[in-house]
């Protein structure tokens, strides 16, 4: 027992640190282009019972790049509801869980940007593992960004002995929408249940997280004073409304933050502000 509380310590004091490095990186990236950066809000919240937690959440709305973005952490504990526990490894018996996690969502306000998300967490039931993934959505095609964010993540992948074809297949069977049968983007990597050897695993959630900076950083300055007109707005509006059907439809981290007493209002700052249907 004692040796998962040093792991769990070990994690949310990562998942801390990690969430202000974020916010640091776009804070930078809003001032680029005016000189002035949009700061962020912070807003916690604590689950009802007070020992079981809570977590802060940073949003900024209507900056000069990100339409809205938000950068989640909570470290929550408690007991699933015996509906859900077959849904969580471990849970089955008893229901108890401990999780900790960062979660990103950026909406971009020049819609030749991809929306970003990120998420690293780690969850211990009777099993204690890792889980997570980056992935991108443009509204406008760009083969070159595309094999850029692949390549970056290929390349955190083989550094630490991580499966990256599984890792991709993966990411794009999960962010796919059945009912339009078609992608939510151009996919990334998602991975869960890595229950082997605690220590490369901490190790790789670390790095995928620094490039998690780094790609998101390169992407927005790339095209940072790039041109876009109606027209692209449209594509980036209705494309988001793909976005939130996944998200409310099919979304395992918005179930699992309902079904864990965590604050709605965070778990749902992936909504876009704007988005369209035809």
Known sequence: MEEINIKKKLVDNWFNYLQMEIIKNFEFLEKQNSGRSKKFIKREWGKNIKKQGGGISFILNNGNIFDKVGV??????????????????????????????????????NPKIPALHFNTRFIVTENSWFGGGIDATPSIKDSKETSYIHKKLKNVCLRNKKNYLKYKKWCDKYFYLPH??????????FFDYEVKNWENNFKFIKELGFTFIDISKNIVLKKLNNKWNLKDKEKQLLKRGRYVEFNLLYDRGTKFGLNSGGNVESILMSLPPLAKWK
């Not at 509801?81 to 969502?105: D, E, P, T």
């Not at 339009?180 to 996919?187: K, Q, T, W």
Request: glycine share 14%; hydrophobic share 30%; charged share 20%.
């Open 72 to 109: 989640n952490k909570s470290t929550v504990s408690g007991t699933f509801s015996k509906s859900y526990r077959s849904n969580i490894l471990g849970a089955k018996k008893n229901g108890n869980y401990w999780a900790s996690g960062v979660s990103v969502v950026a909406h971009m306000k």
């Open 180 to 189: 339009r049968n078609e992608a939510r983007g151009i996919g990334g990597i």
